[in-house]
């Protein structure tokens, strides 16, 4: 496994803001406050997580910066802002809520969790990925677009060519619907991506090498990740930044390895055991863990980015 640096100094520009993110659920008559003052900032290039036990308000918080909740049944209140080319700031809540979903798709790419089942298991792989490439270049042609799928597919690292993309989700394994899944979402060309527990159902084997993959996709393509689980081994692997949740309400933030290390909220500590005792020796657990000792004599500063941990190139 090779280590490569990620240029996420602080030189780089803020892509992301989120200030003050309050989330409440209409039931009737009935309120009920889901997420709680939530506030991050991410800058270009970086690898954010979102982190916290299920129910903790981790895809509540993807929902509402992606404007996937519902109007009538939601009030969202904050800022949630998206810088612009220009480095103007655009607030998604400013933006009538019919425009919403059209203006994300510009700002970010998202993996949804068992998006490998968002597939459409009636049609082949060519007919539905060819319409979501129709989605952003209107006026291609048949052969161009058949083209750029070949091509995508040898970055993606999906093989078989022409005869994988005549088959249906069900004829391929698990790994290859999923790259496939993440090769449509990045059709959109988004510098942000969003994915929100997108290796849930996947064996261990086929996680680590979707995980590595993304990791090392974001780093060629220079997109900004952003990544949401409770599986806090693997985002202490892939990310440098993270935000631990808990009923709605931020516990800590920080570089991922102080958080690990040197948590200073019980919540977060406990967490870290909790991991440590699921993946049991350290033959098992991620490349800080086995070098714990070390990192805890270092201290890091405010401003330091960690090195990224690519992984070897995945296979499906």
């Known amino acids: 496994m090779t280590e490569q640096i990620r240029d996420t100094s602080p030189a780089r520009e803020e892509i992301l803001r989120v200030e003050g993110l309050c989330v409440r659920m209409l039931d009737g008559r009935k309120e009920t406050q889901i997420l709680h003052d939530i506030s991050f900032t991410i800058r270009e290039g970086e690898h954010w997580a979102i982190a916290g036990e299920s129910g903790a308000g981790k895809s509540m918080t993807m929902n509402a910066i992606t404007a996937l909740l519902a109007d009538g049944s939601t009030r969202i209140s904050g800022r949630i802002l998206y810088r612009q080319p220009d480095g103007s700031w655009q607030d998604l809540l400013e933006?009538?809520?019919?425009?919403?979903s059209a203006f994300v798709a510009k700002q970010a790419a998202v993996i949804f969790q068992d998006s490998i089942n968002a597939l459409n298991p009636n049609e082949r792989v060519l007919r539905q990925w060819s319409e979501t490439v129709r989605l952003n270049e209107p006026g291609i042609t048949k052969e161009d677009c058949l083209a750029h799928l070949l091509e995508r597919m040898e970055i993606f690292g999906v093989r078989g060519g022409e005869e994988t993309l005549r088959k249906f989700p069900h004829q391929l394994s698990g790994?290859?619907?999923?790259?496939i899944a993440i090769a449509m979402a990045l059709e959109s060309p988004a510098r942000i991506l969003i994915a929100d527990e997108p290796t849930?159902?996947?064996?261990?084997?086929?996680?680590?090498s979707t995980v590595d993959f993304i990791g090392k996709l974001c780093d060629d393509t220079d997109r900004t990740l952003l990544y949401i689980s409770h599986n806090l081994g693997i985002l202490q692997y892939?990310?440098?930044?993270?935000?631990?949740?808990?009923?709605?309400?931020?516990?800590?933030?920080?570089?991922?390895?102080?958080?690990f290390f040197r948590g200073k909220e019980e919540y977060t500590r406990q967490l870290v055991r909790e991991t440590v005792k699921i993946m049991g020796n350290e033959d098992n657990v991620p490349e800080l863990f086995a070098h714990k000792s070390a990192a805890d004599t270092q201290t890091a500063e405010?401003?330091?980015?960690?090195?990224?941990?690519?992984?070897?190139?995945a296979q499906a």
């Open 95 to 100: 933006i009538p809520y019919k425009k919403r």
């Open 175 to 179: 790994g290859m619907r999923q790259r």
């Open 200 to 208: 849930t159902s996947l064996d261990a084997i086929t996680q680590r």
């Open 238 to 259: 892939l990310c440098d930044h993270m935000m631990i949740l808990k009923d709605g309400r931020v516990v800590e933030q920080g570089l991922t390895e102080d958080l």
């Open 302 to 313: 405010p401003d330091e980015r960690p090195a990224d941990r690519d992984g070897e190139e």
